[in-house]
T-cell receptor, first 109, second 115 residues
Framework: GQNIDQPTEMTATEGAIVQINCTYQ??????LFWYQQHAGEAPTFLSY??LDGLEEKGRFSSFLSRSKGYSYLLLKELQMKDSASYLC??????????WGAGTKLIIKP | ETGVTQTPRHLVMGMTNKKSLKCEQH?????MYWYKQSAKKPLELMFV???????ENNSVPSRFSPECPNSSHLFLHLHTLQPEDSALYLC??????????????FGQGTRLTVV
């Protein structure tokens, strides 16, 4: 079966760095998305990786290793507003999104 | 403002009621989606429409009935729901269906409670 694993919850300190991991098992692979979802709000796009390596976008970076079925989202210089759920989703061979259950990130002062 | 608008934001309905959820996008996208989001569970894809034609129905019970009258509007008609159907229902759109890099734009969702 197809599956996405990511931690349920993580806690970090304002100003620090946090890495949210995601492992996937899918039939075929056509890329991986990260979305951010604040409580009571719409998920919003953060990144898309289809090739191996690190892509940096401001304070957020996303990494992909296709051989390991692994991705992570790196958040630097954490701010209180980064408290949210982070959703990982892989695209399978049929271009269907396979979603993880999300990681709730709690930022403490 | 995400470009995708859902109404209502909150809905409480009895098991014998009939109600409809509405979604509207002004992004010029060709594909629209309904998802169910339950606490601590992955997003569940319910229905996919591409150019107003339904292309996906992931074994959703018939008490959920989608309607796509045009490429900008999507409805989810609800009838005789069960308490376990209580969840956040998210609408999304993307430029095209069937593209790996097609970013989805989500509405803020309808929080549905079935009593």
């Amino acid at each position: 079966g197809q599956n996405i694993d990511q931690p349920t919850e993580m806690t970090a300190t304002e100003g620090a760095i946090v890495q949210i991991n995601c492992t996937y098992q899918t039939s075929g692979f056509n890329g991986l998305f990260w979305y951010q979802q604040h409580a009571g709000e719409a998920p919003t796009f953060l990144s898309y990786n289809v090739l191996d390596g690190l892509e940096e976008k401001g304070r957020f970076s996303s990494f992909l290793s296709r051989s390991k079925g692994y991705s992570y989202l790196l958040l630097k210089e954490l701010q209180m507003k980064d408290s949210a759920s982070y959703l990982c989703a892989a695209v399978d061979s049929n271009y269907q999104l396979i979603w993880g259950a999300g990681t709730k990130l709690i930022i403490k002062p | 403002e995400t470009g995708v608008t859902q109404t209502p934001r909150h809905l409480v309905m009895g098991m014998t009621n009939k109600k409809s959820l509405k979604c509207e996008q002004h992004l010029g996208h060709n594909a629209m989606y309904w998802y169910k989001q339950s606490a601590k569970k992955p997003l569940e894809l319910m229905f996919v429409y591409s150019l107003e034609e339904r292309v996906e129905n992931n074994s959703v019970p018939s008490r959920f009935s989608p309607e796509c009258p045009n490429s900008s509007h999507l409805f989810l008609h609800l009838h005789t729901l069960q308490p376990e159907d209580s969840a956040l229902y998210l609408c999304a759109s993307s430029q095209e269906e069937g593209r790996g890099d097609a970013e989805a734009f989500f509405g803020q969702g309808t929080r549905l409670t079935v009593v």
